[in-house]
């Protein structure tokens, strides 16, 4: 039985800053890219769905611009989301042109 750690939120948005689509970690699903992704990076445990790839998946036909992540803790106060391996490569195969996500210090912007 998987037990939830955390919750994970990406948003993916157009060049004019329109959000197209929203997605969370799932610690039960999996989707085959997150599972073919994860084997090329050498991180094949890393099988369940992540909010990055849901994301990204839930933005179908869309070019996405820009990406974020987020994670708070349990005082609202935001913490590291940083994009694993297995999400960076999702995130340049889908041709991802910016990244911004939560650490301790609030948010981090990162040109791809």
């Known amino acids: 039985m998987c037990r939830k750690r955390f919750t ?3 948003k993916t948005y157009d060049k004019k800053g329109n959000l197209i689509a929203v997605g ?3 610690y039960k ?5 997150q599972s073919q992704l994860a084997a090329r ?10 909010s990055e790839l849901a994301a990204l998946l839930r933005s179908r036909d869309k070019v996405v611009y820009k990406l974020t992540v987020e994670r708070y803790n349990s005082l609202g106060d935001p913490v590291i989301a940083k994009p694993c391996l297995v ?10 042109k ?10 981090v912007k990162e040109k791809v």
């Not at 999400?87 to 991802?96: H, K």
């Open 8 to 10: 994970l939120v990406a």
């Open 24 to 26: 969370t970690n799932s």
């Open 29 to 33: 699903k999996s989707h085959p890219l």
């Open 41 to 50: 990076v050498g991180l094949p445990e890393k099988k369940y769905l992540h």
């Open 87 to 96: 999400c960076q490569e999702a995130i340049r195969i889908f041709g991802v």
């Open 98 to 107: 910016q990244i911004e996500y939560t650490d301790q210090n609030g948010w």
